[in-house]
């Protein structure tokens, strides 16, 4: 007589099935214990062990999520080129975009009301008040950041707010 792989609910399951359904739903749930759970057999572990192992285990941090593009780009009287928004995002000269600044950057978006502000030469002007609160010169180096999530938008540091972050000053 052969018994179904299925189980019902009027039949008591033996501790070691349980265990064994707690061994594979952790795996599905935490495979990076995987090695550790092999080496111990698997479906062999008595409760403390698998307990001490699930306890033991390190947890990863999720996978930190970097932006699509990122360049140290050099001023040219206060203009950027945007080359990798342009071909990430398809921007064009004459692509209206908008512009917000924030405590350590500038941030750039397409809007469908802003101010034509890429140039025939694929450049994007930085008004000088804006330069001037992050401490750019009009022949400085920023690092754009390009990126597309949530939406669409590049981001621009100028390199004395890079030093610092990486600094801790």
């Not at 947890?59 to 009287?77: E, G, K, N, Q």
């Not at 890429?118 to 009009?138: F, M, V």
């Amino acid at each position: 007589m052969e018994l179904e792989a299925s189980t019902t609910s009027n039949v008591p399951a033996s501790p070691a099935f349980i265990r064994a359904l707690q061994v594979e739903r952790l795996l599905q749930t935490r495979p990076d214990i995987a090695p550790i759970l092999a080496a111990n057999s698997s479906f062999n572990i008595q409760a403390p062990l698998l307990d001490s192992i699930i306890k033991n285990a390190p947890v990863l941090a999720p996978a930190t999520r970097l932006p699509d593009s990122f360049s140290i780009v050099s001023l040219d009287y206060g203009r950027i080129t945007l080359s990798d928004a342009r071909r990430l995002f398809l921007w064009e000269v004459g692509t209206e975009l908008s512009s917000s600044f924030s405590d350590d950057h500038i941030q750039v978006m397409a809007a469908q009301s802003g101010a034509p502000a890429i140039d025939e030469s694929g450049r994007l002007l930085i008004p000088a008040t804006l330069r001037r609160r992050l401490g750019i010169t009009d022949k400085g180096q920023v690092l754009v950041v390009t990126d597309s999530q949530p939406v669409a938008h590049v981001r621009i540091y100028s390199l004395q707010t890079l030093h610092k972050s990486l600094t801790n000053r």
